[in-house]
């Protein structure tokens, strides 16, 4: 038993002093992948999140999914999903959860902090206050958790602000902006004028479902009454929708969007009753008698604040003109994406698009306080103007952006620097290449070859894909919407392609060869050559003989005209860094098949060629004379872990039973660690929540093998993976003259493929 008298004095809580290494405050996914980066570099790494899970909007609490330059498949950002941390975190999420079940998300999100034994994690504990030890440098921060009751003073030598409004650099006197830039100051051309307000707002959503039986609904006083007359998009609303399907259910950019959180959310609850009251009630649904409301969002899904100010300011020029930096550490590519200010009470369109043709470069400057020396800036809250914002601002973006200040605490713990320090003396160099050694793949930088000892060995394979046939074993497919097949071609080299037919009735068919003003990009603006074919009722062959070809080694589009009455037949073979796209629509984005901006708004003008999702999605048989030679064991060790103007994977010959890569070094090697990058189809979005996978495992993972020394004996044997990097540690280093690999391949479909093995 406890018993305490009365206390005249003010009790104190329960305090605890806490000393770490680095600070994250925020549980977000930019929170989690900085702690978790942090952590596995041997950083101790304290994490605090105001919330009782992880996960910030991608949480149980908000239910948005996790979406970044992939943009639901909708954009021409082809094999850009965020890799390391991020992909990790996906990957296993699709393997466990390909339903999307949020609840079961936070579970992964968990258990990956849990695993880390340096990071110690704060649940339910929000940060109020820090200490400076001088006007630039923050000494602790004070939280406080209701449910423990006790208070904690965190010190450390650096801090990572990811809480969103940014309280950590709010307090310690960081410069921040609300609110959209003048064209003016930046020179951005689509600065938004009056018309779109100035901050973006909250959304909160809910999920329904079939209750079995009848089940009646009573809406509270408090609901929205005349849906028809203040949501403007009242036909939008579907019976059947459910969560962040909702996501224009937004309110509160005309407020304040950190001080009136609390209003803001009444306003949402009033709307989102007021919907249902409309879809049960109403009577212009059918069968929702046996529909139930089975969630509401309690929390709602911040989208801007505070931005604070770095050592460099994104802008939309940035974006669009896909700007290179020397200081690079990822790279974003969802649309400039903004909304108007009223949200579900506007008139307009729900939010306002605008696509780059490609990736952009994402600068570590962004990242870093121009004001506050030990204060690393995450999330949402980055150094980017108001429209800048509209694209960075993305939950896999912030994830991913956020493994490289995990990593810059690494740095800066070892060199005893500050994080401004990073960009002299060439530090930025070894950010860059510890993060493409977790999978990073920092655009047009790749793994030091001094990092990778596999450089210095002799690779040899059992076999390389040499493409030559992509067989005629699948179904037809209608060319009502222009189709391209995507390849690699090597550099000055004419192809010749022979593709089966089939007619309705007599006609024509156009074919171009096409291809992107930037090597890197796949937007396929320049037709470097048209063919016109014509046609008989029936299936036949034709041979497409193409006299150009590309001057450097990067993707071609072999393009084929729409016309509804003809078909080709497709493939159900599937190789990695190879995949057909269409001229198609992609309603989860603003996509109609081609974008045409407003002039004077600095905006591109240009078609979207994009894939299908699986099960569909596959590729256009064919014949190719000559074959393309892109998939062979050199590409092991130049250091690029994904396919970028080249496929950058060593891909087996299908026929090949026994598929094995040969790794020899002319001298004995001293080898502690083995790492395999793998292929997790980085072309897949992998939608955190709701959105629900056709399967668990990318068909391209390769799932079982052998890593064998060069005497034969084995080392490791995996069965079923599924994840994108797997590393082996040996307890003690091994020496020896080389390895071998012996593969199986992923299905009867798809070979084997390995995009990098690296040695250390």
């Not at 740095?411 to 977790?438: F, R, S, T, V, W």
């Not at 210095?456 to 699948?474: H, M, R, T, V």
Request: net charge neutral; proline share 4%; charged share 25%.
């Amino acid at each position: 038993m406890i018993k305490e008298s009365f206390n005249k004095s003010i009790r104190a809580n329960k305090s605890k002093l806490i000393n770490a290494e680095f600070v994250v405050v925020g549980g977000g996914t930019a929170g989690v992948c900085a702690s978790i980066t942090a952590a596995r570099k041997g950083v101790k790494t304290v994490l605090v999140q105001d919330r009782p899970v992880l996960g910030g909007n991608a949480s149980s609490e908000v239910r948005l999914w996790i979406l970044g330059a992939t943009s639901h498949m909708g954009n021409n950002n082809r094999w850009s999903r965020e890799g390391g941390v991020m992909d990790e975190i996906l990957v296993e999420n699709l393997y466990r959860n390909k339903e999307g079940n949020a609840v079961i998300f936070d579970t992964v999100l968990l258990e990956k902090v849990l695993n880390e034994k340096n990071i110690t994690l704060l649940l339910n504990t929000s940060v109020y206050d820090v200490a400076k030890k001088n006007d630039n440098t923050i000494e602790s921060v004070k939280a406080f958790n209701a449910q423990n009751s006790t208070e904690y003073n965190i010190k450390s030598p650096l801090f990572c602000d990811a809480s969103g409004d940014g309280i950590v650099s709010f307090k310690a006197g960081a410069s921040f902006r609300i609110g959209a830039e003048s064209k003016e100051e930046f020179g951005e051309l689509f600065a938004p004028d009056k018309s779109y307000g100035e901050l973006l707002g909250h959304s909160m959503y809910f999920y329904s479902k079939d209750a079995g039986k009848p089940v009646k609904y009573t809406a509270p006083s408090y609901a929205l009454k005349d849906i028809k007359t203040a949501i403007p998009r009242y036909k939008s609303i579907g019976k059947d929708d459910k969560g962040c399907r909702f996501w224009w259910f937004e309110y509160g950019g005309r407020h304040d969007t950190i001080h009136e959180t609390e209003e803001i959310k009444y306003e949402l609850w009033k709307v989102i009753y007021g919907v249902w009251d409309y879809i049960k009630n109403s009577g212009e649904f059918e069968d929702v008698e046996n529909m139930t409301l089975e969630w509401v969002g309690t929390v709602p899904g911040k989208r801007e604040s505070r931005r604070f100010e770095g050592l460099y300011m994104m802008k939309q020029q940035d974006v669009i003109n896909q700007s290179e930096f020397d200081d690079a550490i990822a790279h974003g590519g969802w649309a400039i994406d903004l909304h108007p200010a009223d949200g579900i009470y506007s008139e307009l369109s729900g939010c306002t698009q605008w696509h780059s043709k490609g990736i952009y470069d994402i600068p570590f400057r962004s990242f870093v306080s121009k004001d506050i020396d030990n204060l690393l800036l995450a999330g949402r809250i980055i150094s980017a103007t108001h429209v800048a914002f509209g694209s960075t601002r993305v939950m896999a973006t912030t994830g991913f952006c956020a493994q490289a200040l995990g990593m810059a605490a690494y740095i800066c713990k070892e060199k005893h620097i500050k994080p401004a320090d990073i960009l002299k003396n060439g530090e930025i160099k070894m950010l860059q290449n510890e993060l493409n050694l977790i999978g990073q793949s920092i655009p047009n930088i790749p793994i030091q070859k001094s990092s990778n000892l596999v450089n210095q060995a002799k690779i040899e394979a059992s076999s390389s894909l040499k493409l030559l046939k992509i067989p005629f074993d699948g179904t037809w497919t209608n060319l009502a919407v222009s189709a391209a097949q995507l390849l690699p071609f090597n550099a000055n080299q004419n192809y010749t392609f022979k593709v089966q037919l089939k007619a309705d009735e007599a006609t024509s068919i156009q074919v171009q060869l096409r291809t992107s003003e930037k090597a890197k990009n796949y937007t396929p603006e320049v037709i470097l050559e048209t063919k016109t074919f014509h046609l008989e009722k029936g299936v036949q062959f034709i041979t497409i003989e193409f006299n150009v070809s590309t001057t450097q080694n990067q993707y071609a589009f072999v393009t084929f005209l729409s016309n509804s009455k003809v078909s080709f037949k497709n493939s159900n073979k599937r190789y990695t860094g190879v995949l057909s796209v269409f001229n198609g629509v992609n309603k989860a984005v603003s996509n109609t098949g081609k974008q045409i901006p407003p002039k004077h708004i600095g905006v591109d003008e240009f078609e979207f060629w994009i894939p299908q999702r699986r099960p569909k999605g596959h590729n256009i048989a064919m014949e190719i004379s000559p074959a393309i030679k892109a998939f062979e064991s050199s590409n092991i060790g130049n250091g690029f872990v994904r396919p970028n103007t080249e496929i950058n994977a060593w891909v087996s010959d299908l026929s090949d039973e026994k598929p094995m890569l040969k790794i020899d070094w002319s001298e004995e090697k001293e080898i502690s660690e083995i790492k395999l990058f793998l292929d997790p189809d980085y072309d897949h979005p992998m939608e955190s929540t709701l959105m629900g996978h056709p399967e668990a495992v990318v068909p391209f993972c390769l799932r079982d093998y052998t890593i064998k020394d060069s005497n034969g004996v084995v080392l490791f044997k995996t069965v079923d993976n599924y994840q994108t990097i797997n590393t082996f540690s040996l307890e003690k280093p091994l020496k020896t003259k080389g390895l071998i690999i012996e593969a199986k391949h992923p299905s009867e479909h798809v070979p084997a493929s390995i995009f990098e093995v690296v040695c250390n």
